[in-house]
């Protein structure tokens, strides 16, 4: 049910605009925009290093394929990074918020 999906980006604006969209929309209670990531990968056969935004976004499993269609409509990657994975919320009282602040 919930979900947290990840993408990354090296310009901070671009990450602004993504949480904006996401959060003005309620498809997400919380995106959290984590600064200063080192990141390390092969592109087009070259090891390349960059300063990243990892963009952290809570949210519930339908949400997921209009979070993605944002995420590739405002991001400035070729190829954008997009990973979700299932997390438990383990306080009840963040639960009620979660679910008050994000659309059913």
């Known amino acids: 049910m919930f979900k947290i ?7 901070h604006n671009i990450a602004l605009k993504i949480t904006d969209a996401i959060i003005q929309n309620k498809l997400a209670a919380c995106v959290q925009i ?10 087009e056969n070259v090891v390349t290093t960059e300063k990243e935004f ?3 976004i809570k ?6 394929s209009e979070i993605k269609s944002i ?12 990973i979700s994975y299932s997390f ?3 306080n009840r009282e ?4 979660f679910n ?3 659309n059913p």
């Open 54 to 56: 990892i963009i952290k």
């Open 71 to 82: 995420i590739i409509e405002t991001t400035n990657y070729e190829l954008p990074e997009i």
């Open 5 to 11: 999906v990840e993408a990354s980006t090296d310009n």
């Open 59 to 64: 949210t519930k499993d339908k949400h997921i």
């Open 94 to 97: 963040y639960e009620k918020w």
């Open 88 to 90: 438990n919320i383990e």
């Open 34 to 43: 984590i600064g200063n990531v080192n990141s390390t990968f092969i592109w």
């Open 100 to 102: 008050e602040n994000t």
